[in-house]
Protein backbone atom coordinates (compact mmCIF):
# COMPACT_ATOMS: atom_id res chain seq x y z
CA UNK A 1 0.00 0.00 0.00
CA UNK A 2 1.66 3.52 -0.62
CA UNK A 3 0.83 6.35 1.53
CA UNK A 4 1.67 10.04 1.03
CA UNK A 5 2.75 12.52 3.64
CA UNK A 6 0.07 15.57 3.09
CA UNK A 7 1.71 17.93 6.07
CA UNK A 8 4.88 18.19 8.74
CA UNK A 9 5.11 20.25 11.50
CA UNK A 10 7.37 22.39 11.48
CA UNK A 11 7.56 22.97 15.30
CA UNK A 12 7.58 19.66 16.08
CA UNK A 13 10.03 18.52 13.84
CA UNK A 14 12.07 21.52 14.42
CA UNK A 15 12.06 20.76 18.19
CA UNK A 16 13.31 17.23 17.67
CA UNK A 17 16.42 17.72 14.88
CA UNK A 18 17.27 20.68 17.09
CA UNK A 19 17.86 18.41 20.22
CA UNK A 20 18.85 15.96 18.69
CA UNK A 21 21.89 18.11 17.14
CA UNK A 22 22.55 19.43 20.17
CA UNK A 23 23.31 15.94 21.79
CA UNK A 24 25.23 15.32 18.66
CA UNK A 25 27.83 17.98 19.59
CA UNK A 26 27.59 17.03 23.63
CA UNK A 27 30.19 13.81 22.56
CA UNK A 28 32.83 16.33 21.27
CA UNK A 29 32.85 18.52 23.99
CA UNK A 30 35.70 16.72 25.81
CA UNK A 31 37.70 15.76 23.20
CA UNK A 32 38.09 19.45 21.93
CA UNK A 33 38.55 20.38 25.25
CA UNK A 34 41.35 18.35 25.81
CA UNK A 35 42.80 19.12 22.54
CA UNK A 36 42.56 23.04 23.31
CA UNK A 37 44.36 22.07 26.50
CA UNK A 38 47.21 20.78 25.17
CA UNK A 39 47.86 22.93 22.48
CA UNK A 40 50.19 26.04 23.33
CA UNK A 41 48.67 29.58 23.15
CA UNK A 42 49.48 31.96 20.44
CA UNK A 43 51.11 35.07 21.53
CA UNK A 44 49.94 38.63 20.46
CA UNK A 45 52.27 41.96 19.18
CA UNK A 46 52.39 42.87 23.06
CA UNK A 47 53.42 39.04 24.55
CA UNK A 48 50.30 38.42 25.97
CA UNK A 49 48.78 34.68 25.43
CA UNK A 50 45.85 34.19 23.28
CA UNK A 51 44.43 30.89 24.03
CA UNK A 52 41.10 29.78 21.93
CA UNK A 53 37.95 30.86 24.00
CA UNK A 54 36.81 27.23 25.41
CA UNK A 55 33.25 29.04 26.22
CA UNK A 56 32.46 28.85 22.72
CA UNK A 57 32.58 24.76 23.00
CA UNK A 58 29.71 25.31 25.62
CA UNK A 59 28.58 27.73 23.41
CA UNK A 60 27.96 24.81 20.14
CA UNK A 61 25.23 22.54 21.20
CA UNK A 62 22.83 25.96 22.21
CA UNK A 63 23.44 27.21 18.56
CA UNK A 64 23.22 24.02 16.80
CA UNK A 65 19.85 23.43 18.88
CA UNK A 66 18.94 27.24 17.33
CA UNK A 67 20.06 27.19 13.73
CA UNK A 68 18.81 23.42 13.53
CA UNK A 69 15.42 24.35 14.90
CA UNK A 70 15.10 27.11 12.30
CA UNK A 71 16.56 25.00 9.28
CA UNK A 72 14.04 22.78 9.91
CA UNK A 73 10.86 24.61 10.50
CA UNK A 74 11.91 26.67 7.37
CA UNK A 75 11.95 23.21 5.61
CA UNK A 76 9.15 22.15 6.67
CA UNK A 77 6.70 24.92 6.03
CA UNK A 78 8.00 24.59 2.11
CA UNK A 79 7.30 21.24 1.66
CA UNK A 80 4.18 21.74 3.10
CA UNK A 81 3.70 24.69 0.43
CA UNK A 82 5.27 22.57 -2.42
CA UNK A 83 3.13 19.27 -1.57
CA UNK A 84 0.00 20.97 -2.89
CA UNK A 85 1.41 21.32 -6.28
CA UNK A 86 3.84 18.48 -7.17
CA UNK A 87 2.67 15.82 -3.78
CA UNK A 88 4.06 14.50 -1.03
CA UNK A 89 6.82 11.93 0.02
CA UNK A 90 5.26 8.41 -0.96
CA UNK A 91 6.48 5.46 0.89
CA UNK A 92 5.12 1.74 0.98
CA UNK A 93 4.11 0.20 3.69
CA UNK A 94 2.82 -3.17 4.32
CA UNK A 95 1.06 -5.54 6.83
CA UNK A 96 3.25 -8.06 8.91
CA UNK A 97 2.36 -11.11 10.96
CA UNK A 98 3.21 -11.29 14.61
CA UNK A 99 5.69 -14.28 13.32
CA UNK A 100 7.83 -12.00 11.00
CA UNK A 101 8.11 -9.61 13.87
CA UNK A 102 9.83 -11.94 16.22
Given at each position: MRKQIKRLS??????VFGVLMALATLPFLLP?????????PQ?????????FPIFLLF???F?????????I????FFYNFIQKYIG???FEVSEMSVEENT
Open positions: PHQNGKMMLMFSLTTIDQAGNPIGVAPMYLIFGYISAISCGFE
